[in-house]
């Protein structure tokens, strides 16, 4: 049966050759190279892949996937061409590792550099800079101390003074998470109803956007992840949102601030994997970290690399040290609570 | 016009092979039976004609002998050679036919010359331009070959479509409705003009129409058909003069049906009188029938029989065709010389005069 | 004599009885090719088999009714925006005289090239509460803050409903209008001589002749208000979509978010079923049509005259100047940091595989068509139409459809490879420009079927047999014959689908190989992220090249009365 079908394998090894004339599909074994599959847009990524590749002379691939990244790396499967992912946020990265697309990497370079609560026990993803989910209110119109945790903003004397983006989206979904994993999901309910009646438009856009509406009077108080601030600043069109603002590290007093990671992962049938790990190594390196301070405003993971200026100014803040995967645990439940109360409509 | 024994017989042909035979032939059209068991023979350079109400079939029938329709029994041949078989057909590009339209479907992007010349993509092109320049020479086109089809006149896009069909020489020439759209006085033209020039060429051609004048004024042969059957096939005169049974006395030219019954084997008494029979009856006596009776077989007689009141009349030229109705209520149709003029609501007096007697077994109700 | 060669004595020896299979070669081919495109849209309904754990009930008791309910207010509300829109600038361009008629035949075209996203972004860079006309409108008033005043969300499902609606009433519009013109100008000048006013005669002759087609217009607008994605999400609108999107990645149940794209096939075939009859009507109603004769026409004075100018001048301005200005004034702020040399090659990228996607996809409906021309049924029936849903599923969900057999069959390769010859064909397929190409094909193989059908129509059959019976087999018919009288036809839908395939979004994105941008995935990156001026640019180029299709048809409307010549009118 092996050897009969003569005819059939004539075909096959015509058609691949056809397919591959065709699409100009990949040459197997080429130069040094990384892919990367990416949820993270682009733009941020590209400075510090650049630095790599002037460094090691490996030359990296991207592309850019918004939606159906892992439905991707599922059905390409053992052949799949991605070494690397990248994330903007902790539950994409347990659900690849759930999904058992990832391989454990065991780097003392990175292990080193960043700290246990940042990284999957196993070593199948890691956290590569952190953030901090900040509550930013109008300079003008809310004193300073009237809020000072998240809890507050539920308080019903902030009716129609809130903006968030959707309840949906992993940034909120990863806070919601958070406060079921430490209050219980019947008082994140509370919260989050409290919340959504405070709401001055149905959430829509991204961080950004809400510190843009407070600067033009929309509502008071947003909540953002902390180096939009730094984007902002760094436009000159959005300098004056940012400078509207009041920045507010919540829950100091008890648990510390929410924090979420952009992270990376190694897929499990790496074709590079050498070279990936180089790559990973890089970001985890100092040198990488301090261009995440520098470039995007993120906090590093590992301890002693200095912060940017404004990070500076704002000065150093509890953070809620919560095990990230206990979050990431949560995130099922976060989105459906946020469906109950009905959070984006 | 020939004996109608003689060429009710063929003997005129009895030299040639058929060119044509469809052998028992059923066709759908559009899941339903459309053609039932249906053979004809078309001899070299005959010209036949499948008259027939529409959705009698005869466009199907038409389409199965290009090949564009697949049969269900039986066998079509062209030149003994099979080109229809069931399951298995010989494709119309290989079958050397030529076919003309009812829409003419001339290609509207090519010149007349180039319409002309479609069927020609084969030859070199030194002897293509010349078959063109003698087809359009001979339909008189030679002044329109580098006109469009829309710049023509309806005669001469009919004339493009016969030449175009007939330029590569095909064995056999099929035409559907050709002159069905023209108006009357062109297609009479039109008719003489296409049978004129297929006789001379001594094409062999089929052609279906809904019409009996078309079919009259080109088929030597007739077959009158209905509901997927041949029901007569004849010549034009004896369709007309000795149609087989009902439907083709009623289809073909005008004429009332009366009622009546054999009296004996030379007689049949009708309720206008007894009248004789020029052959033998085969019924037996008192058998009802029913008496075709064309309007040349009423005849203006001031001494006549029957008393009737003209109803209404249409002036044809040289005569004119009056409806009747006697005073027991009978309808009749009669054609009068134009002299004999009378209005409506006139009585006139009129006798019957059959030269050859239509008779059926009454079977079907009368209109 | 001549004639005497004209028989022939003998055949020769081609005449070889082919046997008749029920399947020809070129209806094999066409259920073949309908086949591979329905693919990706079978893989959607083999997903929805999949446990979706309890998402249902929950989305039953929370979010669901939300969604069919937005979805069902959206549809409806595009629907009757483009249908008042649509036929009503018909039939003043059509049937009245009013200064500026002759540009608005054209110009009203012109929203047809925007997508509906970058629409979105324009106008809520406008609209907005930190936009020009409200900061103008404060400044103006005195107003201090959104409390002190009402001003409509533009993020809202009206502003979906308004937006949508100004970009896909040209569908309407195109077809209102071919039907008004094609009209029996005697049945519209009985009805002037019965003494009937404008708008009797609309009532009771031009309306119901035309409404086959305007059915088919609405219906096509209203699948694409289904499938859009890009505004609904930019504008915060649960519909059905973004509800399955939100399923799949939110909830993380690929087969919730199938079932739900299963359930909207529901509507899409309704909608298909409600154009196929228009269709069909049409076919009745069109058929006395005489080209050559200038329809009736009211010469409008004074206010009527203003106001039909004003009625057509609305939506060209708002469906196509004030975007179009907005991006122009965003581009040129931020011009330096847009045009990069990255950014010619992501136009260079968007161009050519749009253009190579369209003639696939022409190629395929052509094959299609024409097989169904030269063998009907009901197998290829069915098959047209299954491969024609694609038009109407989401654009991610039928990238994930894709996906998944392609990758199969590129690992099922693969392995076979390696067994065999011990070397791996690695993923030849997946993540290639061909996968992207193939996903335009089945999103778009619809609108292309559709054209090119309708233009073969239009042919008699009665031209088929002539060239079969002058020895041209079908193939050499459809080049020779066929082709330059459907020219116009296969243009404008190799057109349509260009521009549609430019402005792909969703599908793009999962699709595409690595280090690959098209301009929609570019603009995509940066309204994402809330930065409007750097998409603007962009959102511009696409813009511009949407336009030269509708430009296309625009000339082709203006000699649409001259276009087939049909043999049978041209009597002397």
């Keep these: ?345 | ?367 | 004599m001549i004639m005497a060669t004209l028989v022939s004595p003998t055949v020769g020896a081609a005449v070889k009885l082919r046997r008749l299979n029920r399947l020809n070669r070129w209806t094999v081919g066409a259920v073949f090719a309908a086949l591979l495109v329905f693919i990706p849209i079978g893989s959607v309904l083999f997903l929805s088999l999949g446990d979706s754990g309890d998402v249902w009930p929950h989305l039953i008791g929370t979010a669901l009714p939300e969604y069919v309910g937005t979805t069902l207010l959206l549809l409806l509300g595009v629907g009757v925006s483009v249908f008042l829109t649509g036929v009503t600038t018909a039939w003043l361009v059509t049937m009245c005289r009013f200064p500026g008629r002759r540009i608005f035949e054209w110009l009203l075209l012109f929203p047809l090239a925007i997508p509906a996203y970058v629409m979105a972004y324009a106008y809520t860079d406008l609209l907005e509460y930190a936009g020009p006309v409200q900061s103008s409108l404060r400044a103006l008033f005195g107003w201090q803050s959104a409390r002190d005043y009402f001003f409509p969300p533009v993020r809202s499902l009206g502003g979906a409903i308004m937006f949508m609606g100004l970009v896909l009433y040209p569908y309407v519009y195109l077809l209102a209008r071919s039907a008004f013109l094609e009209q029996s100008v005697s049945v519209l000048e009985v009805s002037r001589v019965l003494g009937k006013g404008p708008w009797q005669t609309f009532k009771t002759v031009s309306f119901p002749a035309a409404r086959p087609a305007i059915v088919v217009g609405v219906s096509l607008a209203l699948m694409e208000t289904l499938n859009d994605y890009g505004t609904v999400d930019f504008f915060a609108v649960y519909t059905l979509t973004a509800g399955l999107i939100d399923v799949w990645l939110g909830m993380g149940s690929l087969a919730g978010g199938a079932q739900i794209a299963s359930s909207m096939l529901v509507f899409v075939i309704l909608l298909i079923f409600l154009e196929r009859m228009s269709r069909r009507h049409q076919k009745v109603y069109q058929q006395a049509s005489s080209r050559f004769k200038t329809l009736p026409t009211y010469s409008l004075k004074g206010w009527p005259s203003a106001l039909a100018f004003g009625l057509c001048a609305l939506p060209v301005i708002a469906g196509f100047v004030v975007p179009v200005l907005v991006l122009g004034q965003l581009s040129i702020v931020y011009f330096d940091r847009s045009w990069t040399p990255e950014f010619k090659s992501y136009a260079l990228n968007s161009l050519t595989l749009s253009a190579g996607a369209a003639l696939v996809t022409l190629l395929v409906a052509l094959f299609i068509a024409y097989a169904r021309r030269l063998r009907g049924g009901r197998v290829l029936r069915v098959a047209t139409r299954a491969a024609s849903l694609g038009y109407a599923v989401p654009g991610a969900v039928l990238a994930v459809g894709i996906l998944i057999p392609f990758a199969i069959f590129d690992n099922a390769l693969d392995a076979l490879m390696r067994d065999w010859f011990g070397v791996s064909s690695g993923l030849l397929l997946s993540g290639t420009v061909a996968a992207v190409t193939f996903a335009y094909v089945v999103r778009f193989l619809a609108v292309a079927v559709g054209q090119v059908e309708s233009s073969l129509e239009k042919i008699s059959p009665s031209v088929d047999m002539a060239a079969r019976t002058l020895g041209f087999r079908a193939g050499q018919t459809l080049i020779r014959y066929h082709l330059p009288l459907i020219r116009a036809g296969l243009l404008t839908a190799v057109m349509v689908v260009f521009v549609d395939c430019m402005k792909e979004l969703p599908a793009t994105l999962l699709l595409r190989p690595f280090n690959f941008e098209t301009l929609a995935t570019y603009v995509y990156r940066f309204a994402s992220d809330e930065m409007l001026g750097e998409a603007a640019l962009g959102s511009l180029t696409i813009v511009a090249v949407g336009l030269l299709p509708v430009a296309f048809l625009s000339r082709m409307i203006s000699r649409s009365r001259q276009l087939y010549p049909s043999p049978s009118t041209g009597d002397a």
């Design chain 1, 1 to 345: 049966m092996r050897s009969g079908c003569r005819r059939c394998r004539l075909v096959a090894l015509l058609l691949v050759v056809w397919l591959m004339g065709l699409t100009g599909s990949r040459a197997v074994g080429a130069q040094e190279e990384v892919n990367v599959y990416s949820y993270r847009n682009p733009q941020l990524l590209e400075p510090l892949f650049a630095a790599f590749t002037a460094q090691s002379g490996i030359k990296i691939n991207s592309v850019f996937i918004s939606k159906g990244m892992l439905e991707r790396l599922q059905s390409e499967a053992e052949n799949s061409p991605a070494d690397l992912i990248f994330t903007a946020d902790i539950g994409r990265l347990t659900d690849m590792k759930a999904a058992g697309l990832t391989q454990p990497v065991d780097s003392e370079a990175i292990s080193n550099n960043i700290p246990a609560q940042f990284r999957d026990p196993q070593g199948h993803w890691f956290g590569l800079t952190s953030r901090a989910r900040i509550i930013v209110t109008a300079k003008d119109r809310v004193p300073v101390g009237a809020v000072t945790r998240y809890e507050d903003l539920a308080d019903p004397k902030w009716r129609g003074a809130i903006c968030t983006r959707s309840g949906k989206h992993p940034y909120m979904t990863a806070l919601i998470a958070s406060m079921i994993a430490h209050q219980g999901h019947e008082e994140s309910r509370k919260w989050l109803m409290g919340l959504k009646r405070n709401l001055a438009r149905k959430p829509q856009g991204n961080d950004r956007a809400q510190v843009k509406a407070i600067s033009q009077g929309e509502c008071d108080i947003a909540i953002i992840n902390h180096y939009y601030m730094a984007l902002m600043l760094s436009d000159p069109e959005q300098l004056a949102w940012a400078n509207s603002v009041n920045v507010i590290f919540p829950n100091q007093s008890d648990r510390g601030t929410h924090m979420n990671v952009s992270g990376m992962a190694l897929t499990r049938h790496a074709p590079h994997r050498d070279a990936a790990v180089r790559l990973m190594a890089f970001l985890a390196s100092d040198e990488g970290q301090k261009r995440y301070v520098d470039d995007n405003g993120e906090y590093p993971v590992t301890p002693g690399i200095p912060w940017n200026d404004l990070q500076g100014s704002w000065g150093s803040f509890k953070q809620d040290t919560i095990s990230l995967t206990a979050v990431a645990d949560q995130r099922a439940a976060a989105i459906r609570l946020a469906d109950e109360v009905r959070y984006d409509h």
């Design chain 2, 1 to 367: 016009m020939d004996h109608p024994d003689q060429l009710r017989s063929g003997a005129v042909r009895s030299d040639s092979q058929p060119l044509l035979e469809v052998r028992g032939i059923s066709c759908n059209y559009e899941l339903e039976r459309a053609v039932f068991d249906l053979s004809l023979t078309v001899h070299r350079g005959e010209q036949v004609c499948l008259l027939g109400p529409s959705g009698c079939g005869k466009t199907t029938v038409l389409r199965a002998i290009a090949g564009f329709h697949p049969i269900l029994t039986g066998g079509i041949f062209i030149n003994d050679q099979q080109v229809s078989a069931v399951g298995a057909m010989v494709p119309p590009e290989s079958r050397r036919v030529g076919m003309v339209f009812q829409d003419h479907a001339l290609f509207p992007h090519l010149t007349v010359r180039q319409n002309v010349a479609a069927g020609l993509s084969r030859l070199p092109e030194g002897s293509r331009g010349e078959s063109v320049g003698e087809m359009l020479e001979r339909m008189g086109l030679s002044h329109h070959a580098d006109r469009f089809p829309h710049e023509l006149s309806g005669g001469q896009q009919q004339r493009v479509a016969l030449a175009r069909a007939l330029a590569p020489r095909p064995l056999l020439l099929l035409m559907d409705e050709p002159f069905s759209s023209l108006d009357q006085e062109l297609r009479e033209h039109m008719g003489q003009e296409v049978s004129d020039m297929l006789k001379e060429s001594g094409t062999t051609c089929v052609m279906v129409t809904h019409d009996q004048h078309d079919a009259f004024a080109l088929g030597d042969k007739v077959g009158v058909m209905s509901e997927g059957s041949i029901v007569q096939w004849d010549t034009p005169y004896n369709l007309y003069h000795q149609p087989s049974n009902h439907f083709v006395a009623d289809f073909i030219g005008n004429g009332v049906f009366l009622c009546g019954e054999v009296v004996s084997p030379q007689e049949v008494s009708t309720p206008l009188g007894i009248l004789p029979s020029d052959e033998p009856l085969i019924w037996s006596s008192q058998t009802p029938l029913e008496i075709l009776l064309r309007p040349d077989d009423v005849v203006y007689d001031p001494a006549g029989p029957i008393q009737a009141r003209v109803t209404s009349r249409a002036f044809q030229g040289a005569q004119l065709l009056y409806t009747l109705r006697t005073l027991e209520g009978i309808k009749l149709l009669a054609l009068f010389p134009s002299h004999a003029n009378f209005e409506i609501g006139d009585d006139v007096r009129v006798r019957l005069d059959v030269d050859h007697l239509v008779v059926f077994e009454h079977d079907t109700p009368l209109d």
